[in-house]
Structure formats: structure tokens, C-alpha cells
């Protein structure tokens, strides 16, 4: 497993010799010569990565056809195959875009076998006109290794449930909805094919509102891939999403007109506004090209305007031209005024017509709330800009220009480069938000660039204190890749978007103080409109940057100032190898942190797909020590083989797909580690099997039945077929563990509107309940476990008063002793525990998800003795540790993001004080 197809090296060397272009590492300098004086700022060829065709090509002067800019593409795409592996068939043209040097960039996305491509988008820029056209470069994601299968396997409602399933509370399912958007491709390796929903539901633990980009795998109803719609200028955002706006209702019988509104800080100053036929007036602003229309939600929850805007809900009003002081305390005035200082700016400094393009409506909703209480952020839901009202702390969330700009910018992206919300190419969505807001508020405002609070994000929000320490982030915070990147996984902050925006935006502002403000606002549009796509990483971005800048024009001097400031932060080919770990990698690249590996006697068995996604999921078993490649234990058979187990002998799994009936279901499965027949378990058509154990001839699961929605464990002795284990009605099993004849599990059931929870171990000879650990019901109790002859559990107070506690206790139920108490002063929230016969290992996630947040609050994993003592920290690795499994003696595995990927490593003991 994991060789990839190609080296991209290799590859990149390969076609910039049919091309016969130079690389952008000058010969010399590979050789360990000394580098050439001056190595050209703009690579000439960029290898793809994962696909044989290539990421960036620049500085071709090559005729192409007559006729429409489309066709010309098209056609210098067919005649050089052998160039860019690309599939004319394939391509489906979207769009062309016209800079004002006449400049065309052509746009194609991908479509295999009539299904789009997740994320794939070809670009063609061309000079000159009609019969004097030329291709001048081409760049993006075009996936070459496609092989997968175009029709779905698994029933449409199956995938629609599964997908209603990515809302992880279960409370929050009900009511949800789930948007289909038909098949895609997902790409990578050989693709896989896909189901698109957009999920939407409330999930009260976290949010006030969840909208979720859901995919699920078409072949095996496993979830492919999943994030947040929602773009906010800010982490730890309540808020919802959106849908179509109903814009049209409110300019219909409406004349432009002028009035006076305060804004709120109490001034009047001149609006524009729309007069209706019964004398009234309304915040809708008709004299540009795009009408801008501000609705006042007059403290309404934001759940009402997920999905578009409610029927009842209307513009900012007044009876007279002269509006009401509401209209400033509410921030529907600062809100019209900020959308169209933005267009303004798009409009008049960049040529863009409005949000879309196309000067299609723009409109905010200002004063929302969430739960009552005003909503504290602002964001673009995918169609309009949502404000949250004031506070006595903040000012409602539209006084802010660079804010309203972010937000606006946000819809500039989604109408041209499309990056994915995740990961990098998050980042960058957030970080291009993140320099236009500030450029739209010093531009407009007339603040030069070496003003302190130039750099500052939404400074002026907050009623007291220091614009300093009221702006949630700052573009001149110096921060770098490899000294900064937040290693955060998917399930935080998607995946670190905010996060890590400044170390991108930083490098984009110290462009625009190195250059003048207008060329750098030229050249990132530039690139955020004709270069980048939506799967973009950081180094993908700096290359799009420099080619944006070579097609305006930028001289050789300016080019270098700007790889320059790329190189300031860190943004340069391999950063993620120059960032240290002290642990080692057993299993690199794990195509998700959310399936937990396990480890028994020095080996261990890990699920992920092989690398790039290729394939499907399938497990994985290595040894700790040993030097051998890792092996697919699981069969191809076109299943998501997962949740695997494994008692240092055997390892037990569990699939999901098309099973041989040709009906789709789960089944558990064993198999030796060493080879040898693979076992089928137990296979169910109706319900979710997880949390698979094995110790001996014994192997173990939870069942979850769809219907009626209950879980309880389920039990194979000897190859024999499996049996319940009874639970009393109403009860149910979590956290099962399994170990030398005991079976345990955390237990729950309702006692009016109680939750009470306890850990519960029971004799698998006996076939009875051994004892049970009521916990106090303020208490949750989570991550029970069997080592050392001991049951072990966490306890974590639900009104937080203070810290998780570990507790421990004896099989026969004898009295629970603590082996770390709950501290008050240092407040843990225990995530994960594992533990050997001596060691007692756990995660603590330090921080909530902020705007603050950095590597330190990802959580940590720390080892304590299993008869108690103080704990110290496994690894210094400095980003997220996840899904902690002991093996013997104090050696750990577990998932870790610290590179900006998710590894499977391991140390033999603690690392002490970090
Ligand atoms: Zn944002």
C-alpha cells in the first residue's frame, strides 16, 4: 500500500520535458551548486498532485483556434493530450471571465461518466483577440486516475438517513432536513463516488444551528466527507444557513428615494432608500446596478432564516423618508451603508458587477438572535450577510466595515474560486475575506497602511477597550506556517479556517504595504477570480498569486517582493516536514480521525482508505516494533471495512456496504493478524454495528437498531453465533470494553428528566451484571474501560463546577476510589481514556473552539499511573492528539494532527513537561 502512482517530482520533471519548459528550481541549485542569483519568481510548471495532469502551467505564448474563448480552450486542450492528460469529453465549460486588459480565463469543471467532479475546476487564460488568440498558461484540478463507479449501490433513503446521521447529537436530528444534491465524485486516487446533501437541524450542545455539507459514500453508505457550511468572520460562531432570498418581493413597487437614518452611534447621515406606493419608505437602495435591500429582524431568532427569509419578514421601515431611531440601534443602517461601500469598492477598484457578478441582489439581515440572546457574529450564509444585534459588550455586528466586507468577500469567493470550506483551502477562503474587509475599510476610510489598526479586524465592534484587544484577528500577527499552523481536524473550526487565516492573509497584506494597495487589491482579485480552485492549498495559492501577478504585469523586482513575503510566513513547498514531532509514525496520512485504531501486544489495526482517498476504507494491521510495510487485513469487496479491534492476535472489524445478498447492511468480521480465513461474525440488514471488541475466542459489539433507535451489546463466544446481552427497557450501552472474560459498558437511562449514567461490567462466564457505579446525576460518565483487573471510567460534573475525574473500581463492585480527582483550579473535560495493567492515559481538550485558539487548546494526551499519581504529557507534539489506544507498559498510539494531516503514531513512555 501507499505507493503513489507517481512521483510528482518525477512526473513534474517529465512533462516540463515534453513541454520543454525549466523547472522552477533552477538545475544548479538541485545539484548543490549555488543557487542561481535571481531564480524566477513565477514557477513555469507545477506538478499535480494525485493526477498526471499538471497544477500550473505558465508563460506559453501559444497560438490558439479562432472563435469563442471556450472553444479556443477547448480545442488547445485536444490538440496538446500528451500536455495536460485532460479529457475533452470530460470538460464542462462554466464561465469566462473578461479582465479589463482583455485578458479571457476560460473555466472548466470536471464530469466523469455525466457526474461532476467534487472541486475539480480547469483554467485556460488567453490573450489577444479572435484570430490573434494565444494561450498564455493554465492551471488547476483535473483528476486523470478516475476509474470509479458512476451509479449509486446503496438506496437513495438509505444515504438520506445516513447523511441525517452527520448531526452527531441525536436530539438534533429531529426535524433535520436533508438537502439532495444527486451524485458527485469524490476526487483523489481513484475517486469515489458520492451522494450530496446539505443537512440542516439544531444541535443544542454546540450550536444554535447546524448546516452541514454532507457527502456519503454511494457505494458503502459510509460518510465520506463532511463540513460546515456556515463562513462567519469569526470562530465559535451560533448561527444558521440560508437559502434562496426572496429579494424580489421587497424592491416590487418601489421607487428610489433619499432620506436621513442614525446610525448607531445615534448620527444622521444620508441613505438611500425605496419609496413604496403607499407612501412608506424601506432600506433598499435602487440607484446602483445592484439592488441592496437591509432587513431588520427586530431581535428574531436566526433559526427563521435558515433556508432564505421567512414570508412575514421585510426591510428596514419607516413612515417617512427620515427613519426611526430603531434603524441605528438595530445596525440595519450600518449595515446598507457598509454593502454599498463594499460594491463600491469591487465595483470602481476592481471592475467586479456586485457580489455574483452579474449584479444580482444584496442583501442583509441585521439583529438577529440565537436562543434569545443576540447573536454575537456575523456571516455569509451562502446567499445573504447575517448580523447579530448588540450587546452592552459589542455594537451590533454591521458597524463594522472590514466585518461587512469579510462577509461580502465571502460571496465573492463563492460566486468565483469556490474553495471548499476545510482545511486549507478554508483558510484561504477565510484569509482572501480577511484582506478585503480590512482593504475595503482603509480604502474607504482613507486609513493609510503603516496605521497600527490598518491591519485590525473587527477593532471597532466593542463598546470599551482598546481596538487592540477588541479585533479578533490581526493581518500583521507575523504568524508562519511552521511555526504557527494550527493542527486542528476536521471537526474544529473546519478544520482550522480561522485558525490559520493569517499566516495566508498576513503574507497578502505585507504585499499590499510592500506594493502600492491598488496593485496588491489587483492582483489578489486577479487571482481569487481567474486562479485559484476550490481545492486549493496554501502553496497551490502562492502559485496562483505569483501567475495572477505575471499576467498584470507585475515587473521582476514586484514578483520577488511578493514570493518574498510568501516565503516571510512560511508558504513554500514541504513546510509540513519542517515542523517537529517527537513521537513516530506508524500509519502516515489517515483519511480520518473520527474511526479510533487499537493496539494489543506490540500490534495494532488502524481503518483508512490508501492514501489520496483511493479506494475504499479498508483495515490496516502493523506491527509497533517491527519494520514491515503495514497490511490490508480487510477484503476489496467494495465494503467500508472499519471500527476495528484487535487483542494482539486477532483482529475483529466491522463492514458496511453491499454485502454478497446484494442488500446493504453491516457485518462484523475476525481475522487473524498473521493471514489466514477471514470470519464472518454476525451480519444485520437494520441496524448500525460498532464499537467492535475482541479478547480470545470472545468478540463483542454494540448493536443500534434503526427502528426502534435502541443499543445494547452483543456477544460471540467461540465462533458461536452472537447473543444479546440483556439491558432493562429504557436502558442503553455505550463505551463497550472487553477484556479476559469481562465484558463492560457505560449505561444510561432516564429517571424523569434525569439522565443517570453508570459504568457496568459484566462476567461473560457468569452471564450476569457483576456490578454497576451509579454516578451522581450531576455527573456524566463517559469512556469506560477494562485494564488491570480494574474498571475504569470518567466522571465529568454537568454543570462544569469543576474538572473531569478518573475513577476506577474493582469488578465485584466494591467501593470506587479516585485515580484522578476532579480539580476546581485547572477544570479538565476528559475526551478520551485508555490504560494497561500500569498506566492510565487520557485527552483533555483545553480550550473551547474560539477565536483564540491555538495549538495548545487542541487536546492533549497525559499518563498517569493506574494507581494514581500526577499526570505528564505523552508527546510535545504541539497540534490535536486523538482516539488514544495503550498497547503495554506505558507505550500509547494514537491520531495526530500536528503536521496538518492525521498520522498514526506512537511513543513508548511519556514525554513529561513540554
Ligand atoms: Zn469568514
Request: glycine share 12%; charged share 20%.
Amino acid at each position: 500500500m501507499h505507493q503513489r502512482s507517481r512521483s510528482p517530482k518525477l512526473l513534474g520533471a517529465a512533462i516540463a520535458a515534453v513541454l520543454g519548459l525549466g523547472l522552477g528550481v533552477p538545475p544548479a541549485a538541485a545539484a548543490g551548486a549555488a543557487p542561481a542569483a535571481d531564480p524566477d519568481p513565477v514557477p513555469g510548471l507545477v506538478a499535480g498532485t494525485d493526477t498526471a495532469a499538471p497544477q500550473l502551467v505558465t508563460g506559453l505564448a501559444e497560438p490558439a483556434a479562432g472563435g469563442t474563448p471556450a472553444d479556443a480552450a477547448r480545442a488547445h486542450l485536444a490538440a496538446h493530450r500528451d500536455r495536460y492528460r485532460v479529457d475533452p469529453a470530460q470538460l464542462v465549460e462554466t464561465g469566462t471571465e473578461r479582465a479589463a486588459d482583455g485578458r479571457r480565463t476560460v473555466r472548466f469543471t470536471q464530469q466523469y461518466g455525466g457526474v461532476p467532479v467534487f472541486g475539480a475546476a480547469y483554467l485556460v487564460h488567453l490573450a489577444g483577440e479572435g484570430g490573434g488568440q494565444r494561450v498564455e498558461s493554465i492551471g488547476g484540478k483535473y483528476f486523470t486516475g478516475l476509474t470509479a463507479p458512476t451509479v449509486s449501490s446503496v438506496p437513495d433513503e438509505v444515504l438520506r438517513r445516513l447523511a441525517l446521521g452527520a448531526i452527531e447529537d441525536p436530539a438534533g436530528r429531529e426535524g433535520a432536513t436533508a438537502e439532495d444534491h444527486g451524485p458527485v465524485v469524490l476526487p483523489g486516487g481513484t475517486g469515489r463516488l458520492a451522494r450530496h446533501f446539505t443537512v440542516r437541524g439544531t444541535d443544542p450542545a454546540v450550536w444554535a444551528a447546524t448546516a452541514r455539507e454532507v457527502f456519503v459514500d454511494a457505494t458503502t453508505g459510509r460518510l465520506a466527507l463532511a463540513y460546515d457550511v456556515r463562513a462567519p468572520y469569526r470562530a465559535a460562531a451560533a448561527a444558521a444557513p440560508g437559502g434562496a432570498v426572496a429579494a424580489a418581493a421587497a424592491t416590487a413597487a418601489v421607487e428610489p428615494a433619499t432620506g436621513t437614518a442614525p446610525d448607531t452611534l445615534g448620527r444622521s447621515v444620508p441613505v438611500n432608500v425605496g419609496r413604496l406606493f403607499d407612501g412608506s419608505y424601506q432600506l433598499t437602495d435602487l440607484t446602483r446596478p445592484a439592488v441592496i435591500t437591509t432587513y431588520d429582524a427586530a431581535g428574531r431568532e436566526v433559526l427563521d432564516f435558515n433556508g432564505g427569509l421567512p414570508a412575514d419578514a421585510r426591510p428596514a421601515a419607516s413612515a417617512g423618508p427620515d427613519f426611526p431611531a430603531s434603524t441605528g440601534t438595530s445596525g440595519a443602517t450600518d449595515a446598507h451603508l457598509n454593502a454599498a461601500a463594499v460594491d463600491d469598492f469591487y465595483r470602481t477598484r476592481l471592475g467586479r458587477a456586485g457580489i455574483d457578478g452579474d449584479n444580482g441582489p444584496i442583501t442583509s439581515v441585521v439583529n438577529v438572535t440565537s436562543f434569545g440572546e443576540p447573536l454575537q457574529n456575523a456571516y455569509w450564509d451562502g446567499q445573504k450577510m447575517i448580523y447579530g444585534g448588540g450587546t452592552g459588550t459589542y455594537h451590533p455586528f454591521s458597524a463594522a466595515r472590514d466585518v461587512a466586507g469579510h462577509e461580502m468577500t465571502h460571496g465573492v469567493v463563492k460566486h468565483t474560486a469556490q474553495l471548499v470550506y476545510l482545511g486549507q483551502s478554508g483558510a484561504l477562503d477565510e484569509a482572501v475575506a480577511d484582506y478585503f474587509g480590512n482593504a475595503v475599510e482603509v480604502t474607504s476610510r482613507g486609513i493609510p497602511m503603516t496605521d497600527p489598526r490598518a491591519a485590525l479586524l473587527g477593532e471597532d465592534l466593542c463598546r470599551a477597550g482598546t481596538p487592540e484587544a477588541c479585533a479578533v484577528r490581526r493581518l500583521d500577527d507575523g504568524r508562519t506556517t511552521v511555526a504557527d499552523y494550527t493542527g486542528a481536524p476536521a471537526g474544529v473550526d473546519n478544520g482550522g479556517v480561522h485558525l490559520n487565516s493569517t499566516i495566508f492573509s498576513g503574507a497578502l497584506w505585507d504585499i499590499r504595504r510592500a506594493l502600492d494597495p491598488l496593485t496588491a487589491d489587483r492582483l489578489v482579485y486577479r487571482a481569487l477570480a481567474e486562479y485559484l480552485t476550490p481545492l486549493d492549498d496554501f502553496v497551490d495559492a502562492r502559485g496562483a498569486v505569483l501567475a495572477a501577478g505575471r499576467a498584470l504585469g507585475l515587473d521582476r523586482a514586484q514578483l520577488r517582493t511578493v514570493a518574498g513575503a510568501f516565503d516571510a510566513h512560511g508558504i513554500k513547498a514541504g513546510w509540513q516536514r519542517r515542523i517537529g514531532v517527537d513521537s513516530r509514525s506508524l500509519l502516515r496520512e489517515l483519511s480520518t480521525e473520527s474511526i479510533a485504531p487499537d493496539a494489543a501486544a506490540g500490534r495494532w489495526v488502524a481503518a483508512t482508505t490508501e492514501k489520496g482517498g483511493r479506494g475504499s476504507l479498508g483495515v490496516y494491521a502493523g506491527s509497533v516494533t517491527g519494520s514491515a510495510e503495514p497490511v490490508r487485513l480487510s477484503p476489496d469487496d467494495g465494503r467500508s471495512h472499519g471500527w476495528p479491534a484487535t487483542d494482539g492476535t486477532t483482529a475483529a472489524w466491522a463492514a458496511m456496504g453491499q454485502g454478497a445478498n446484494g442488500q446493504w447492511g453491516m457485518e462484523v468480521f475476525a481475522r487473524p493478524l498473521d493471514g489466514g480465513p477471514t470470519r464472518s461474525v454476525h451480519s444485520a440488514a437494520n441496524q448500525y454495528l460498532g464499537d467492535v471488541r475482541i479478547s480470545g475466542a470472545d468478540v463483542a459489539f454494540l448493536a443500534n437498531d434503526f427502528g426502534t433507535g435502541r443499543t445494547w451489546p452483543q456477544l460471540s463466544r467461540g465462533g458461536a453465533p452472537v447473543t444479546a446481552v440483556p439491558l432493562p427497557d429504557g436502558h442503553a450501552a455505550a463505551d463497550l470494553t472487553l477484556k479476559d472474560g469481562l465484558l463492560a459498558w457505560t449505561e444510561s437511562w432516564q429517571v424523569g428528566e434525569r439522565t443517570v449514567s453508570a459504568p457496568t461490567v459484566y462476567s461473560i462466564a457468569e452471564g450476569r451484571t457483576l456490578a454497576q457505579y451509579p454516578a451522581p446525576d450531576t455527573t456524566r460518565v463517559s469512556g469506560t474501560r477494562l485494564a488491570g483487573g480494574r474498571l475504569l471510567w470518567v466522571e465529568t460534573p454537568t454543570d462544569q463546577s469543576r474538572g473531569s475525574s478518573i475513577r476506577s473500581g474493582a469488578p465485584d463492585g466494591s467501593a470506587a476510589v479516585d485515580v484522578l480527582p476532579g480539580s476546581t483550579t485547572a477544570p479538565r473535560r476528559i475526551t478520551a481514556l485508555t490504560a494497561t495493567d500500569r498506566a492510565v492515559t487520557f485527552g483533555y481538550a483545553g480550550g473551547r473552539v474560539s477565536d483564540t485558539m491555538k495549538n495548545t487548546d487542541l487536546p492533549k494526551l497525559w499518563q498517569l499511573p493506574l494507581t494514581g499519581g500526577t499526570p505528564e504529557r505523552v508527546s510535545c507534539n504541539r497540534g490535536g492528539q486523538y482516539a488514544p489506544v495503550a498497547d503495554r507498559g506505558t507505550r500509547v498510539l494514537w491520531l495526530d494532527a500536528t503536521a496538518g494531516r492525521t498520522d498514526l503514531v506512537v511513543r513508548e513512555r511519556a514525554a513529561g513537561t513540554c
